[in-house]
């Protein structure tokens, strides 16, 4: 989840779980509340009523995925009320890949494209969630009538744009890319920035992916593109960014096709809000 609208004060105390010491974490970017257990081995996210749906269907794809095989937190504790819903999840322990600085980000980036393979080589048909094109394209309508894109999300160059025309120039892409889909599906991870892939810091391998909220079937290249852009944040310059791009397309084995990954960055800027 990444929206930041202003939500109302809640905390997973209020909302029936134990009292475990819940320190407010800050590093979340959605409207969600984050907290940590004092002892570190739990994350309780807690959101208003409004809110609860969606929060339920991410816990459902954390229940899923750990089934999976594939690294990543496991439910321990689900309330649900009047006053809004918590989610409990153990601690995937490590440091978020955005932490780290680029030279280890290099040396992470073979496991990252390794973990990131293996939950696209997650069986699609064994998951029961769809987060394809189509929806994101119905959720996008949405968001732009409702003139709540968050400007901060969009590349600098569209931010004087009118989101209207931005969507308007996506949707004729998308009967190409609902064929490529079609052709190409995966178990995407939905929001697959660094901040939600933990490292172990010693090895630098993935401990695991967290923040499974729009976890589904979709392109590969919707985990992609949010993946090798936000990436360049680390990087520390376009020849280091590219180098890493042509590292990750070898290892995780694809042929890239830039005008696919431009889509999808392009899109989900559109999705939030
Ligand atoms: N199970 C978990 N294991 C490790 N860190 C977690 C876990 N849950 C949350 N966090 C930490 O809290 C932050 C916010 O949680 P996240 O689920 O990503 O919320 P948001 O939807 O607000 O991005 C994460 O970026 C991570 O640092
Ligand atoms: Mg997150």
């Avoid at 939950?119 to 968001?143: E, I, K, Q, S």
């Avoid at 992609?224 to 084995?253: H, P, V």
Wanted: hydrophobic share 40%; with cysteine.
């Amino acid at each position: 989840m990444r929206d930041r609208r202003g939500t109302q004060a809640v905390s997973p105390v209020l909302l029936g779980v134990d009292d475990s010491g819940w320190v407010p974490v800050t590093a979340g970017e959605s409207g969600a509340t984050v907290f940590r257990s004092a002892d570190a081995t739990r994350y309780a996210k807690c959101v208003p009523a409004a809110d609860a749906a969606d929060l339920k269907a991410e816990r459902d794809r954390v229940v899923w995925l750990s089934g999976q095989g594939v690294p990543g937190p496991r439910v321990l504790d689900w309330q649900s009320g009047d006053a809004g819903a918590c989610l409990v999840t153990g601690a995937v322990s490590g440091i978020p890949a955005d932490q780290v600085p680029a030279g280890e980000l290099r040396v992470a980036w073979d496991h990252i494209a390794d973990a990131v393979r293996g939950l696209h080589g997650t069986p699609v048909p064994l998951c029961p969630f769809r987060r394809g094109l189509d929806a994101m394209v119905a959720v996008a309508r949405d968001v732009v009538a409702r003139d709540a894109v968050n400007a901060e999300f969009l590349p600098v160059d569209q931010q004087h744009t009118p989101t209207t025309e931005l969507l308007e120039r996506l949707t004729r892409q998308v009967p190409q890319r609902r064929e490529q889909e079609v052709a190409d599906m995966v178990v995407c991870h939905g929001d697959l920035c660094l901040p939600n892939i933990i490292l172990d810091p010693q090895t630098l391998e993935v401990s695991g992916f967290i923040d499974l909220g729009r976890l589904g079937r979709a392109d590969r290249y919707a985990d992609l593109a949010l993946l090798l852009a936000n990436a360049r944040e680390t990087w520390t310059g376009e020849e280091q960014a590219r180098a890493a791009d042509t590292a990750f397309a070898e290892r995780y084995g694809i042929d890239l096709d830039h005008d696919r990954l431009r889509f999808y960055l392009h899109l989900d800027p559109l999705t939030w809000g």
